[in-house]
């Protein structure tokens, strides 16, 4: 597989970033991860808006415009020949000595770039059984609307979803209320059939993946609750999911081992993937 580091392509093992990088010393950069069906990305403008929107929440400079990026992200799935694909791209404000305010002059941002093959079909079955999901601390901090590189709090939600065969961590504030999912938006239909979801702030990620659902349920008539919910009423819930780029809608089938609804993917979950793969097949028919 080859990468994409700084204007360069070269095989992954051979591809490396800078001692003195600010993404391996501060962690200051940020990141996506976008998903082409096909060679087309699926909801490619509004991710390529979010990664406008953190570069400028951390005042770093694109490193070229959007036209000239989208181009790199194809050229690296052609040279990787790959269609069905993920992309992983990161850009940190550059190399510069260690010093933790913003160097000055400002280097050139570093922008790298890997993909791997996308398996659909390993993504339907996923869906078709659900996960199990662990409850865990939201130990972030306060401007996780940043899709920042710093993910100590989401390696460590995930790692104890790990630990305990989960799937996913659910993280709780400190009000006993869900954020989201260590790399997820979180979701539950509650007992009147309502989908409830947290209201984008600075707490969560302004997740692409959720935003579709929220277009699906509309169009779907169901009724949406822009409330927060807690550790409980996500136990007590009918049904619940996650959603996110490379998961897409995922049914989730238990919480802290307790199971939620019938322990099954439910009907209003099920109706929502199905509305989502046609979302995403129609970027793949394009
Ligand atoms: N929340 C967090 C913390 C994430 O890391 C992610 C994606 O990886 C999401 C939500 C889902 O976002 P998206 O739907 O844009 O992939």
């Known amino acids: 597989h080859l990468a994409y580091v700084n204007g360069h392509y070269a095989p992954h093992q051979m591809a490396s970033l800078s001692i003195e990088d600010r993404a391996t010393q501060f962690s200051d950069g940020v990141y996506e991860v976008c998903l082409y069906l096909n060679g087309h990305g ?18 770093i400079p694109a490193p070229m415009g959007r036209r000239a990026l989208a181009l790199v992200m194809d050229r690296l799935l052609i040279r990787n020949r790959l269609r069905t694909a993920s992309l992983y791209l990161q ?9 933790h305010a913003f160097p000055k002059p400002a280097p050139a941002p570093s922008l790298i770039m890997t993909a791997k093959r996308f398996d659909c079909d390993a993504l339907k079955r996923q869906q078709a059984k659900g996960i199990a999901v662990i409850s865990t601390p939201d130990l972030r901090w306060k401007r996780c609307d940043i899709k920042s590189v710093s993910l100590l709090g989401n390696v460590l939600a995930k790692q104890a979803a790990r630990q305990k065969g989960a799937g996913e ?27 409830r979801i947290r209201t984008l702030a600075a707490d969560i990620l302004p997740s692409i993946t959720r935003r579709a659902v929220l277009d699906i ?17 996500a136990k007590s819930a009918k049904e619940a999911f996650i959603a996110s780029t490379t998961a897409g809608v995922t049914p989730v089938i238990s919480l802290d081992d307790q199971m939620i609804g019938h322990g099954q993917p439910g009907p209003i979950t099920k109706a929502i993937i199905s509305r989502h793969w046609d979302h995403m097949q129609a970027f793949f028919d394009q």
Request: negative net charge; charged residues 25%.
């Open 217 to 233: 349920a509309a169009q779907q008539k169901i009724t949406i609750d822009h409330r927060a919910f807690s550790l409980d009423e």
């Open 169 to 195: 961590g659910w993280m709780v504030d400190a009000d006993g209320l869900i954020t989201e999912g260590a790399s997820s938006s979180a979701f539950i239909i509650d007992q009147a059939g309502c989908l």
């Open 91 to 99: 850009i940190s404000r550059g190399v510069a000595p260690r010093d």
């Open 42 to 59: 699926v909801d490619f403008t509004a991710h390529m808006d979010r990664l406008d929107r953190s570069l400028a929440a951390l005042s």
